[in-house]
């Protein structure tokens, strides 16, 4: 078990480490990319993307989660049957896209005709996405993530530099569709080389079965939280157009933009769940660390929101994005209900108790979908975002259910002292918005003073053992500098 613990934090860090530099070229990527195009051109991306992957869900059969899950070793043959039904699954998604594109826009009466072939483009990256699984799923079983972290290093400079080259060269939409090709293309090679197996076709109808067992409700998951997002292309897409569609992704991109770098911990968090599944304990505590670093990260984001939201906004990108700083707050707010509930079924599913987080997610998208609907109607696409922060809060003590009685007092108990940075930061923040100041120095200030106020007060409040562990990791490289393999004991 202890291997297991630090595989796991090994992946954490490589993970996390790359993602940090990768926050910061995306952030930049994101910002030209605003500032050249229209909230119109990344709706239509977002419709045009939004059909392609509902399609392909509803194809898909959790084969990575199935064989990740699984306590015995994969074989070679395992792999080759996987591989079959992933194939066949994956042309017949990609054929019906094709034919059925042309009456899919028609749902959405103000986007251009290019949406049919922004659709059928998009459509043969699901190619790429199977072709790369198998080798992907052997590295994340093993929690061998180093070459993983470089080659999405790698994907994602090759995205964002050729995005924003095709939109300085006035490609529009369409530099998202070849920039997502390219690094398909590029992203599957690289992930085949780094672990490479003998690709054939082979089918055993026992081994299918056991893949389907645990793999279809797993991906009735997927449906369910999925279903959450389909309000935003679908009903925002068509009621109200392509620019509100714009303006609500990217404020909830932004709103939840921690959630990438809590991504890569949900991630990791799965095979190592499943690797100490037989002690629910251990299980448990280790998910209270995992929400104590992804809350802090979290809410120290939605205090820096709430307080510096608009200023940042209208300093960075524009004043054309300030119609969206109500969403991207509310994004912020959710975020920590969100990373709660992403948590709790990943824990389920490692438990193998992936039934009963299908039935809490498929009734989070029915509460979501039933209060975001008339919200929408009152609001506008403001109501999306409310339908589902309310929808989050009501659905995370449903999850808690599956842990057992008591489980959210004893998981969610320890972090409760997190609430007291966020309050004070929060305050004293919106105090701060009162000095008056030009515009970019007025978010530098605001945004200084929640982020410093918030990490005093959390050093203060913190458990002794994450204080004694931050202690320890500033202190261990003076060691390492000093020729000593570790620090002393005691």
């Known amino acids: 078990m202890i291997e297991f613990h630090v595989r796991a934090k090994q992946g954490v860090k490589l993970l996390m480490g790359r993602q940090v530099f990768l926050q910061f070229l995306t952030f930049g990527g994101g910002v030209i990319l605003a500032r050249i195009l229209n909230p119109t051109h990344f709706g239509l991306y977002v419709i045009a993307t939004s059909l392609v992957t509902t399609f392909a869900m509803f194809g898909d059969f959790g084969l990575a989660p199935s064989f990740i899950q699984r306590k015995k070793e994969l074989t070679d043959h395992d792999l080759r049957v996987g591989f079959t039904l992933q194939q066949i699954i994956t042309t017949v998604v990609v054929v019906g896209l094709f034919a059925a594109a042309p ?61 924003v080259g095709l939109a300085i060269a006035g490609y529009g939409v369409w530099s998202f569709v070849w920039a997502t090709l390219a690094r398909g293309v590029l992203g599957t090679l690289l992930v085949f080389l780094a672990s490479p197996w003998r690709v054939r076709l082979a089918f055993d109808g026992e081994i299918a079965r056991e893949i389907l067992r645990f793999g279809i409700p797993f991906q009735l998951q997927n449906i369910a939280t999925q279903a959450c997002g389909w309000i935003i292309p679908f009903l925002v897409g068509t009621l109200i157009g392509p620019q509100a569609v714009g303006y609500l992704m990217w404020a909830t991109s932004n709103g939840r933009k921690p959630l990438v770098l809590v991504d890569n911990m949900i991630r990791v968090a799965f095979p190592h769940f499943s690797r100490i599944q037989d002690d629910r304990a251990e299980v448990e505590r280790t998910l209270t660390r995992y ?14 929101i709430a307080v510096a939201g608009e200023p940042l906004v209208t300093w960075i990108y524009t004043d054309k994005w300030a119609p969206a700083s109500t969403a991207l707050k509310i994004a912020a707010a959710l975020l920590s209900f969100d990373i709660i509930s992403c948590f709790v079924t990943v824990t389920l599913n490692s438990l193998n108790l992936v039934r009963f987080g299908t039935r809490i997610l498929v009734l989070r998208a029915f509460v979501y979908n039933a209060l975001s609907i008339p919200l929408v109607l009152v609001m506008g696409f403001n109501g999306v975002a409310l339908g589902y922060l309310l929808g989050c809060i009501l659905i995370v003590p449903c999850l808690f259910q599956g842990l057992g009685s008591g489980a959210l007092k004893r998981v969610l108990g320890p972090t409760a002292w997190i609430l007291v940075p966020t309050t004070v930061s929060t305050g004293i923040g919106w105090l701060a918005l009162q000095v008056r100041l030009p515009v970019g120095a007025h978010a530098i200030l605001l945004v200084a003073v929640t982020t410093f106020v918030y990490l005093a007060a959390a050093w203060l409040c913190a458990p002794l053992w994450l204080t004694a562990g931050l202690r320890s990791n500033l202190h261990r490289p003076r060691f390492a500098a000093a020729g000593t393999a570790k620090p002393p004991l005691g």
């Open 291 to 304: 929400l104590t670093f992804s809350l802090i990260a979290s809410t120290l984001w939605f205090a820096v």
């Open 103 to 163: 009456a899919l826009t028609r749902l959405y009466p103000k986007a251009p005709p290019e949406t049919v072939w922004l659709v059928r483009t998009l459509a043969f990256n699901l190619y790429l996405t199977s072709w790369r699984t198998m080798s992907a799923l052997q590295m994340e079983r093993q929690m061998r993530y180093d070459r993983l972290a470089w080659i999405e290093v790698i994907e994602t400079l090759s995205y964002q530099s050729l995005t």
